[in-house]
T-cell receptor
Framework: DPKIIQKPKYLVAVTGSEKILICEQYLGHNAMYWYRQSAKKPLEFMFSYSYQKLMDNQTASSRFQPQSSKKNHLDLQITALKPDDSATYFC????????????FGEGSKLTVL | QQKVQQSPESLIVPEGGMASLNCTFSDRNSQYFWWYRQHSGEGPKALMSIFSNGDKKEGRFTAHLNKASLHVSLHIKDSQPSDSALYFCAVSNSNNRIFFGDGTQLVVKP
C-alpha cells in the first residue's frame, strides 16, 4: 500500500485558474516537503514543514501556498496558474526535518494550458 | 547556499558493466549523503546512504564519500537494464536542509 498518497495523479488547468494538490502520509513522520520536477529543474525544493510549521520556503512566488490541516497532511494551493507551472509536483516526508531518508509520493502531474 | 552538482548528466553502460556516478557539494559542514533513484513515472526512492568517509557496499551498489574533497560517488557493478533510471545525489547540511543535484540519467543497454 502506498504510504504517501497524492491526489490527483494528473490534472489539467487553464491559465489563471487555481488548483489544490493533496498529500497525505501514513508513515507517522514529523516532516513533510513539496518538490517540483520539470524539464528545467529535475528536482526543485519548494517547502518544508516540521510538526505542521513552515520551516523552509524556497518558492519565490506567493502563488504557491502550502496548507497543513493535520500533522500528516500537506496540501499545495496554486493560484493564478501559468503555463510555466506545468510540472510534476512531489510530496515527501521524513521522520524529522533534514534527517534520514525522504519518502516520496508518486507525484501529481500538472499541465497548464 | 549549498551547491550540489552531479556528473555526468547522462551515462550509457552495457549490461554487466560498471556505472560510476559522481556528485560534488560545496558546504564543508554537510553531514548526510543519500542516493535516490527514480524510474520513469514514479517518485524518487532512496537507494542508499553514506555518512562517514570511505566506502559503503550494499549488494551491487557501492557509495564512496570523501568529505575533504567534497565528493561522493555511486558505483553500480554488474549493471542491469532494471538499473536504468534517473539517479539523484542528496546532501543534508548542518541546518537540516536537503539539497538535490540535477541527476544523472543512466541507461543500461542489454
Amino acid at each position: 500500500d502506498p504510504k504517501i498518497i497524492q491526489k490527483p495523479k494528473y490534472l489539467v488547468a487553464v491559465t489563471g485558474s487555481e488548483k489544490i494538490l493533496i498529500c497525505e502520509q501514513y508513515l507517522g513522520h514529523n516532516a513533510m516537503y513539496w518538490y517540483r520536477q520539470s524539464a528545467k529543474k529535475p528536482l526543485e525544493f519548494m517547502f518544508s514543514y516540521s510538526y505542521q510549521k513552515l520551516m523552509d520556503n524556497q518558492t519565490a512566488s506567493s502563488r504557491f501556498q502550502p496548507q497543513s490541516s493535520k500533522k500528516n497532511h500537506l496540501d499545495l494551493q496554486i493560484t493564478a496558474l501559468k503555463p510555466d507551472d506545468s510540472a510534476t509536483y512531489f510530496c515527501a516526508s521524513s521522520q524529522d526535518r533534514g534527517l534520514g531518508q525522504l519518502y516520496f509520493g508518486e507525484g501529481s502531474k500538472l499541465t497548464v494550458l | 547556499q549549498q551547491k550540489v552538482q552531479q556528473s555526468p548528466e547522462s551515462l550509457i553502460v552495457p549490461e554487466g558493466g560498471m556505472a560510476s556516478l559522481n556528485c560534488t557539494f560545496s558546504d564543508r559542514n554537510s553531514q548526510y549523503f543519500w542516493w535516490y533513484r527514480q524510474h520513469s513515472g514514479e517518485g524518487p526512492k532512496a537507494l542508499m546512504s553514506i555518512f562517514s568517509n570511505g566506502d559503503k557496499k550494499e549488494g551491487r551498489f557501492t557509495a564512496h564519500l570523501n568529505k575533504a574533497s567534497l565528493h561522493v560517488s555511486l558505483h553500480i557493478k554488474d549493471s542491469q537494464p532494471s538499473d536504468s533510471a534517473l539517479y539523484f545525489c542528496a546532501v543534508s547540511n548542518s541546518n537540516n536542509r536537503i539539497f538535490f543535484g540535477d541527476g544523472t540519467q543512466l541507461v543500461v543497454k542489454p
